[in-house]
C-alpha cells in the first residue's frame, strides 16, 4: 500500500510544467519580443541614514510581475487548480538590482520567497530586501534640513528591447511604514526612466523610487542649540563683571573652548564635504567670533579703566564722544556733575589753593614774629614801665600758658618729642629772660630775647610748614588722580554697556538669519 504525502494532483502539475523548463531562457513567446515587468516597491521601515558615508539603510518589500508563457496549464486538466507557489530559484526572474546600492553584502540581506504563479502564466514574486543605497547628503540646514533621496532600480544585463520594466504606480506603498524617530517620510514616488550608456546603444529602462524625508530636530535642538544658546548666555553675564575685572577674559575664553568641543560634534557628524557647510556650524561659527569679539573687548575696556593709574587725562574728544552722546544711548549718568565741574575748574581751585597756603604761611610768620616790635617806637617810649609790663606780661604767657603762646608761634607741633624739648628751651629763655633783665637795659633784652626766639624756632617752623606743603601736595595730587581714574572708569563701563548692547543684537541677529534661512525651520514647530 502506497502513501500520499501530498497533493498528487499538484504533483503532477508542476512536474509537468518544469519537465523541459530552464530558469536561465527568458520566457518569451519570440526572442524578438520585449518582455514587460511590472515593478514597484513599498517601504516598510527607514533604518538609518548616515550623512557621515552618505549612505541610506531602508527595509523595502519589492513586487515584480511578468508572464511566463512556459508556465501555463489549464486548470481543468488538474482540479482546476489556478495556482501554485513554487521556489523562486526555479524559474527565470528578471536581474533588477539596485544600481546604486553601496552594501557589498546585498544577496545575505535579501530573503528567498517563494513566486506565485497563475495558471496563465502570471508570475507574481514578492520579496523583501534591506537596501543600503547612497544618497546625496545635503547639510546645508542641518538640523532643519531635508533630504531627496533616490533609489535606482534597473536591470543589469537585458537593455530595454528585451525587458521592459514599468511601475505599478507612481505613488509608493507606504500602508506597512514604521515611524522614524529621527526622520518624517513626506513623499515616496517611483518614475521611470530611460538611460543610455556609453557603452551600449540600446536604452536601458530605470525605475526611481525617490524618498523625501525631513529631520526631525527636537533631540538636535535639545543637544547642540540649547547648550550653545546657554553658553552665549554666560558669555552674556561677563559683561555685569566690573569693567576692571580680569575675570572677564577668563570667563570669555572658557565660553570659547566649550563652543569649540560642540562644534566638534557637529563635524564629526557631518561629511567631510567643502561644498556646503551645515546652518548649526555656521551658527558655531558666528557665536565663536562674537564671543572671540567679546574676549578682545574686555581686554580693552580693561586697559581703558587702567589708564587712570598713569595719570593721563581722558581726551578732550572722548569725553565729549562718551559723556555727551553715548552716556545718552546707554541712559546711565555715570559722569556726575560735581566731578565734571571739579576736572574743568582744576586751575582755578588750584589758584585758590595757592592763595589759601600763601595766607596760612604768612599768618604762621605772623605769630612767630609775634615779639618783633618797632625799634623806633620802642626807644622813643620814655616810660619804662609799660615795656617792663610788656616783658612781663609775655613772660608770664610762657609761665603760665606755654601752649598758647607756641600755638602762636608756629601753629601747632605734632611732634610730642619736639613739643617738650620746646618747653625745656623756654624754661632756659625765662631764666636768662629774668637775669638780663636786670642787668641789661629793656632795649638790649628784648633784641637778644628776639634774636634767641628766632635763632631757635625758624628752623622748626620751616620743617613744620614744608611738610604742611608736602602733604598739600600730596592730597591735591590724590585727588587729582582719583577724578582722572574716575572719568577713564566712567569711559570703561560706558563701552562695556554699547558693547554688551552690541553683544546682545549680534546674537539675536545671527540667530534668527540663520535659522529663519531654513525653507523647513518654522513647518517643524
Known amino acids: 500500500m502506497k502513501s500520499c504525502l501530498c497533493d498528487q494532483t499538484e504533483y503532477n502539475l508542476i512536474r509537468k510544467l518544469f519537465e523541459d523548463y530552464d530558469p536561465s531562457i527568458r520566457p518569451s513567446v519570440n526572442h524578438n519580443y520585449t518582455l514587460n515587468v511590472t515593478f514597484g516597491v513599498a517601504l516598510t521601515q527607514l533604518i538609518d541614514v548616515d550623512e557621515r558615508n552618505m549612505i541610506i539603510t531602508t527595509n523595502c518589500w519589492l513586487n515584480q510581475n511578468w508572464i511566463d508563457n512556459k508556465l501555463k496549464w489549464n486548470p481543468e486538466d488538474y482540479d482546476f487548480i489556478k495556482s501554485i507557489h513554487i521556489p523562486a530559484e526555479r524559474i527565470w526572474k528578471p536581474d533588477i538590482l539596485l544600481v546604486n546600492n553601496a552594501d557589498s553584502w546585498a544577496k545575505i540581506s535579501s530573503i528567498s520567497t517563494n513566486a506565485f504563479v497563475k495558471y496563465d502564466g502570471n508570475v507574481t514574486w514578492l520579496s523583501t530586501v534591506i537596501f543600503k543605497s547612497s544618497c546625496s547628503i545635503n547639510v546645508r540646514y ?15 544585463t537585458f537593455d530595454g528591447f528585451l525587458i521592459d520594466i514599468n511601475v505599478n504606480s507612481n505613488e509608493g506603498d507606504t500602508t506597512n511604514y514604521i515611524k522614524n ?3 518624517h517620510l513626506v513623499k515616496l514616488t517611483a518614475t521611470k526612466n530611460l538611460k543610455h550608456y556609453s557603452c551600449c546603444e540600446e536604452p536601458y529602462p530605470e525605475i526611481y523610487v525617490r524618498l523625501v524625508i525631513r529631520r526631525r530636530p527636537l533631540y538636535y535642538v535639545f543637544n547642540m542649540v540649547f547648550p550653545c544658546l546657554l553658553i552665549t548666555l554666560v558669555a552674556f553675564l561677563g559683561f555685569f563683571l566690573p569693567p576692571g575685572s580680569t575675570e572677564k577674559v577668563s570667563m570669555g575664553i572658557t565660553t570659547l573652548l566649550s563652543i569649540t568641543v560642540y562644534l566638534m560634534l557637529v563635524a564629526e557628524s557631518m561629511p567631510p564635504t567643502s561644498e556646503q557647510l551645515p546652518l548649526l556650524g555656521i551658527y558655531y561659527a558666528v557665536t565663536i567670533g562674537i564671543v572671540s569679539l567679546s574676549t578682545c573687548m574686555a581686554v580693552v575696556t580693561l586697559n581703558i579703566n587702567n589708564k587712570g593709574i598713569q595719570g593721563k587725562r581722558v581726551p578732550k574728544i572722548v569725553r565729549v564722544i562718551f559723556f555727551e552722546y553715548l552716556n545718552k544711548i546707554v541712559r546711565d549718568n555715570l559722569y556726575r556733575k560735581n566731578k565734571s565741574c571739579i576736572y574743568r575748574d582744576r586751575s582755578k581751585s588750584n589758584q585758590e589753593d595757592k592763595i589759601q597756603l600763601n595766607n596760612s604761611r604768612n599768618e604762621s610768620f605772623n605769630s612767630s614774629n609775634f615779639m618783633n616790635f618797632n625799634k623806633n617806637q ?6 619804662s614801665r609799660s615795656e617792663i609790663a610788656y616783658l612781663n606780661e609775655n613772660t608770664l604767657c610762657f609761665q603760665n600758658q606755654p601752649r598758647i603762646c607756641l600755638s602762636k608761634l608756629n601753629g601747632s607741633i605734632s611732634d610730642e618729642k619736639n613739643f617738650s624739648k620746646s618747653i625745656d628751651q623756654q624754661n632756659n629763655y625765662r631764666k636768662m629772660s629774668s637775669q638780663k633783665a636786670t642787668k641789661l637795659s629793656e632795649f638790649e633784652f628784648l633784641s637778644e630775647l628776639e634774636k634767641i626766639l628766632v635763632k631757635q624756632f625758624n628752623p622748626l617752623i620751616k620743617l613744620i610748614i614744608g611738610t604742611i606743603n608736602v602733604q598739600d601736595e600730596n592730597v591735591r595730587e590724590k585727588k587729582r588722580l582719583q577724578i582722572i581714574q574716575n572719568e577713564w572708569s566712567d569711559v570703561a563701563v560706558i563701552t562695556d554697556q554699547i558693547l554688551c548692547y552690541l553683544f546682545c543684537f549680534l546674537t539675536l541677529a545671527s540667530c534668527l538669519l540663520i535659522f529663519l534661512n531654513s525653507p523647513h525651520f518654522l513647518s517643524e514647530w
Open 142 to 156: 542641518f538640523p532643519f534640513d531635508e533630504q531627496v533621496c533616490d533609489m535606482i532600480f534597473a536591470s543589469w
Open 181 to 183: 524617530g529621527e526622520w
Open 378 to 383: 620802642k626807644l622813643n617810649k620814655n616810660d
